[in-house]
């Protein structure tokens, strides 16, 4: 079983651990440290038992804190995948008829004539301008 040496609030203790953990304890000592040190910085010198108890209890309070967190995100999480589940199973919307209104052929006809009546005017117009 692995023997370490964490350092809380400029002391040292001598802690075990199981084999592989090591990173584990390292990093939730150093968060108990941070806290120390905030209320090292704070009060001053304090007894070692006073200050480990305070550290907890601030870490434990923005545990509390977070866990609150996590709850209400796990309920909107909650709220949201019900919506989602609720939107796959509706019917999809009837599509949407668009119509498109169809030229008659007599008034393509008509067009067409006019058209070529208007080219013809207008080789009329560009021989008598050319003379």
Do not use: W
Not at 67 to 87: D, G, R, Y
Not at 105 to 117: K, Y
Request: aromatic share 2%; hydrophobic share 45%; with cysteine.
């Amino acid at each position: 079983m692995p023997e370490l040496t964490i350092h809380i609030g400029g002391r040292g203790f001598e802690v075990s651990c199981q084999e592989g953990e090591e990173t584990f304890l390292q990093a939730a000592a150093k968060m108990l440290d941070d806290e120390a040190q905030v209320l090292s910085d704070q009060i001053g010198r304090m007894p070692e038992s006073r200050m480990l108890l305070m550290a907890g209890l601030m870490l434990a309070d923005k545990t509390a804190a977070t866990e609150e967190k996590v709850q209400a995100l796990e309920a909107k999480l909650a709220e949201v995948e019900s919506k989602l589940n609720e939107l796959r199973a509706a019917p999809l919307p009837e599509p949407e008829r668009i119509e498109v209104a169809v030229v008659p052929p007599s008034v393509t006809d008509t067009l067409a004539e006019l058209a070529a009546r208007a080219e013809a005017l207008a080789s009329v117009v560009e021989e008598k301008k050319a003379r």
